[in-house]
């Protein structure tokens, strides 16, 4: 009986978890859209070459290009894109780490490209 | 290590002043599965397995000139001078990329490509094989480097050593892609899991600082590939610095430059050249040949420095060439 009783607790227990944690994903309605925060990309630089983030905050990046093709590139948060000339790249990010990070043109884009970099605050 | 074990292949190899030397040798008696390799490798590729060496070197960077190292070509020609000054002639040299600076003047671009082939074709060896780097393909996706070098990955067999080159260049990024991974694939299938293989490739195929680009994004699926294989070296350029790693049984090496060195990212922020000194002018640069010797003990020779010795280590047919990286000044 009694194992019985303490395994249906433990089940109530994980529901309710679930529940809470699935809440504000599944109510997107009531969620503000998420900040916007414009890069631009130019041989050999990003512009800004700072930007700061909050630890658990949905931003939007939104990559351009002034001249070719650049890359952004940052391992610790999983971001890989190619930066078009033609048309902006939006990317959505929630930091979960707080930190400084480097983010790199990881797509050759000439003589100086070897140094073409920004760095990511997330506080 | 001591050598209990039966000896199938070896690899040593010694750094010069200004590049490394390594050797593939086959060891003595070979029985068992050894033997069955080396047999299939021989009627593969209609030419017995014998000692053998081949040297590796890397960004030249022909048509660079600046504050790093004014001298332009200078170290690369002195290479050039030292593989033929070996007492042992090289069956083979691997240029493991930026064999060109970059430009955006194409027709400059092809002049450093002609430079380039002017300069090796100097060195007294039957065979010379590249892979691109960003510098020499980033730009036009290699279209001018395939018009001087034909094909950006591919493989071939020497002596009973697999050469696989493998491009991470020329999509501008840092990746090898899903269409050269099926290649690489289909190429090694053929092979036996003990084949002695060595792959050259432009970047590190694993994440050593990629804050630097010093990277392949995909690398790890490249090493799926590779590591069921249990004699895989991979050699690699692009870092400007010597670097030794080891993971599960692969062994990744890189080579100096013949243009300038990069620092230690370990003990520097900033990814900039190590200043030019007028005194040494090749000091930090390299070239990395590698000697394959019958006795397997490493290459010696008038002009070698060895601040790098590879040392081969005995092993079992089935657990495939190891090399451990002795650094003496340790
Ligand atoms: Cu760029």
């Known amino acids: ?123 | 290590m001591k050598p209990d074990r039966r000896s199938f292949m070896k690899i040593a190899g010694t750094s010069l002043g200004i590049g490394v030397l390594y050797s593939a040798v086959p060891a003595a008696a070979l029985t068992g599965e050894a033997g069955e390799m080396f047999s299939f490798l021989g009627k593969r590729n209609g030419e017995k397995v014998t000692p053998f060496s081949f040297v590796q070197l890397s960004d030249a960077h022909v048509g660079f000139n600046g504050p790093p190292d004014p001298l332009g070509t200078k170290a690369f020609e002195r290479a050039v001078e030292m593989v033929n000054a070996l007492p042992q002639r090289p069956d083979l040299v691997l240029f493991t990329g930026d064999l060109t600076h970059d430009t955006e003047d194409k027709d400059v671009h092809a002049q450093r490509m002609k430079q380039f082939k002017e300069i090796s074709s100097r060195m007294n060896v039957p065979l010379i094989k590249c892979v691109p780097g960003e510098h020499d393909a980033g730009l036009d996706h290699s279209g001018l480097y395939r018009e001087f070098f034909g094909e950006t990955y591919y493989s071939f067999d020497h002596r009973g050593m697999h050469f696989v080159a493998l491009d991470n260049v020329s999509q501008g990024k840092p990746k090898v892609g899903a269409e050269q991974l099926d290649w690489l694939k289909k190429d090694l299938a053929r092979f036996p899991k003990s084949a002695p293989i060595v792959v050259f490739t432009h970047r590190p195929l694993f994440d050593l600082k990629p804050d630097w680009e010093w990277f392949t994004s995909d690398g790890d699926e490249v090493m799926n590939v590779l590591v069921p294989y249990e004699n895989v070296t991979v050699l690699y350029g692009h870092i400007h610095r010597d670097d030794t790693h080891e993971e599960g049984h692969v062994h990744h090496y890189a080579a100096k430059s013949l243009i300038f060195a990069f620092p230690d990212p370990a003990k520097v922020a900033d990814k900039k050249p190590i200043p030019f000194d007028k005194d040494q002018p090749f000091k930090n640069l390299g070239i990395r040949q590698v000697q394959a010797n019958a006795k397997g003990s490493t290459s010696t020779s008038s002009i070698a420095i060895s601040d790098i010795e590879l040392t081969a280590r005995e092993f079992l047919g089935i657990n495939g060439v190891h090399q451990i990286l002795k650094d003496p000044s340790l």
Not at chain 1, 3 to 17: C, D, N
Not at chain 1, 20 to 29: H, L, Q
Not at chain 1, 62 to 76: M, Q, Y
Request: aromatic share 10%; proline share 6%; with cysteine.
């Open chain 1, 1 to 123: 009986m009694k194992s019985f009783y303490t395994r249906f607790l433990l089940i109530a227990f994980v529901t309710a978890v679930s529940f809470f944690s699935a809440g504000p994903m599944s109510t997107p309605v009531n969620a503000k859209s998420p900040r916007v925060v414009e890069i631009t990309a130019k041989r050999f630089g990003f512009s800004p070459d700072t930007v700061t983030l909050k630890k658990d905050e949905t931003v939007v990046l939104r990559l351009k290009s002034e001249d070719v093709t650049h890359g952004f590139f940052l391992r610790a948060l999983k971001l890989d894109e190619d930066i078009s000339p033609d048309s902006p790249t939006d990317i959505t990010v929630t930091p979960t780490t707080a930190g400084t990070f480097t983010t790199i043109c990881d797509h050759f884009c000439g003589a100086n490209h070897g140094n073409m970099k920004m760095t990511i605050v997330v506080e």
